[in-house]
């Protein structure tokens, strides 16, 4: 089982970036998806969830109001939309496939982990 992340790369700051997630077919469609980041010597954190039907969605406090996540379940992809980005924004972001069908809130019910995409962002 793979989740192939791509769209990281270089941005300044207030500028935008959209991240995609390709998982393998069998875990998407009935599993809820999340994006988290691992800046430098911190630890991992959810920045965004979404549940497997898109009826759920979660924000940590620091993506709120700049970042959007959806997926498109025909075109077997979730995405995370950045807009407004900061240099605290710079980071390795992975996408992730819940266990259940559920929205993620943290990485607890992760199953399985992208390989990451990192994002810089320069002031």
């Known amino acids: 089982v793979q989740l192939q992340s791509s769209g990281g790369g270089l941005v300044q700051a207030g500028g935008s970036l959209r991240l995609s997630c390709t998982p393998s077919?069998?875990?998407?469609?009935?599993?809820?998806m999340g994006w988290f980041r691992q800046a430098p010597g911190k630890e991992r954190e959810i920045v965004a969830g979404?549940?497997?039907?898109?009826?759920?969605?979660y924000y940590a406090d620091s993506a709120k109001g700049r970042f959007t996540i959806s997926r498109d379940n025909v075109k077997n992809t979730v995405y995370l939309q950045m807009n407004s980005l900061k240099p605290e924004d710079t980071a390795v972001y992975y996408c992730?496939?819940?266990?259940?069908?559920?929205?993620?809130?943290?990485?607890?019910?992760?199953?399985?982990w992208g390989q990451g995409t990192l994002v810089t962002v320069s002031s």
């Open positions: 992730a496939a819940s266990l259940f069908g559920t929205v993620l809130v943290g990485t607890n019910n992760v199953r399985y």
């Open positions: 077919r069998r875990i998407f469609s009935n599993n809820g």
């Open positions: 979404i549940s497997w039907n898109g009826g759920s969605i």
